[in-house]
């Protein structure tokens, strides 16, 4: 995993170093570029935003799964205690801002939490038509992806700050699996014991998005920015809801490039009967990110 994010990594510096030498190519070349403006309020002004980088995640994964021998709710897992899926790894995250208008902003970011863990647990496991043994070695396998598309309108809109109402989707897409010893309730009640591998119970969920976001050019390289979503919803098989919590700084060491820190925090705990998935889940990350922001 470390090494697939540092090859990761490399290729976003390698992609940061072609802007770079584009833009001095371009001002070599006797481009008329804008100097009177610092790199952080260029920022603000930039026609695309672009960052890129990794962080430290601690993931949280729970839920139960309604089957023909559970139609009730199999149990509560708490698969960070159970399996070990909260421990912190690196992985990558990106976002691309496109600035349409002075006002107007189209924002698109994309992340992926993919866990797989063994363990040998001490008590049996119901998930639906499953029960996992006790005393058995069981793999879980998360994995949960966020696409997310949305629209800004910057009501606030200074040359060294810039406030903005949010509105766009979050496609979020997870899935859940175990393998191991167990016994299985078969449709005509029959009940079979081996080894099994459970159904990939999974769900693509479209969700709406509702926030506000807050960009400010604190001095000449110092930016900071921050965003929250908050939301509720009920429709079509999905009831919960979720909240995403952005907060960053960044340290603009040219009219195009910076590093930043910041802190990122998603969860979300909905009630399914949608696609293969039908029970309860309550998921979600949170972390440090440490991200390269480019400007252009």
């Known amino acids: 995993m470390r090494s697939c994010n540092l090859a990761h990594l490399r290729l976003i510096a390698g992609v940061l170093g072609v802007f770079a030498a584009t833009s001095a190519l371009a001002q070599s070349s006797g481009v008329v570029t804008t100097m009177e403006l610092s790199p952080t309020q260029e920022l603000l002004t930039d026609r695309f935003v672009i960052d890129l980088g990794a962080f430290i995640v601690s993931s949280k994964v729970n839920g139960s799964l309604r089957g023909d021998a559970n139609p009730n709710g199999g149990d509560r897992i708490d698969f960070d205690k159970v399996f070990g899926t909260d421990a912190d790894a690196t992985r990558v995250r990106a976002a691309v801002l496109w600035r349409m208008t002075k006002r107007q902003s189209l924002r698109f970011a994309y992340f ?5 863990r063994t363990r040998t647990i001490d008590q049996d496991i119901n998930w639906g038509d499953y029960t996992f043994l006790a005393n058995a070695a069981v ?7 966020i696409y997310e598309a949305s629209y800004e309108f910057s009501f606030l809109n200074k040359p ?27 449709p005509d009640g029959t009940v079979q014991t081996g080894s099994y591998q459970s159904k990939n119970s999974s769900v693509t969920a479209p969700l709406p ?17 921050g965003s929250a979503e908050v939301f509720k919803f009920s429709y079509e098989g999905i009831d919960g809801n979720w909240s995403v919590v952005w907060a960053g700084a ?17 969860q979300t705990n909905v009630d399914l009967s949608k696609g293969s998935f039908n029970g309860r889940l309550n998921l979600g990350y949170q972390g440090a990110v440490l991200y390269i922001k480019g400007g252009f």
């Open 112 to 116: 992926d939490d993919s866990v797989t």
């Open 139 to 145: 793999t879980a396998r998360t994995k949960f992806s």
């Open 160 to 186: 060294n700050y810039k406030v903005a109402v949010v509105a766009g989707v979050h496609v979020d897409d997870f899935s859940i699996g175990l393998a191991g010893d167990a016994t299985v309730t078969l």
């Open 209 to 225: 998005v509702l926030g506000l976001r807050g960009d400010w050019a604190v001095t000449d390289h110092i930016y900071l920015e």
């Open 250 to 266: 960044s340290w603009m060491f040219s009219h195009h490039f910076g590093i930043g820190i910041a802190y990122d925090r998603f």
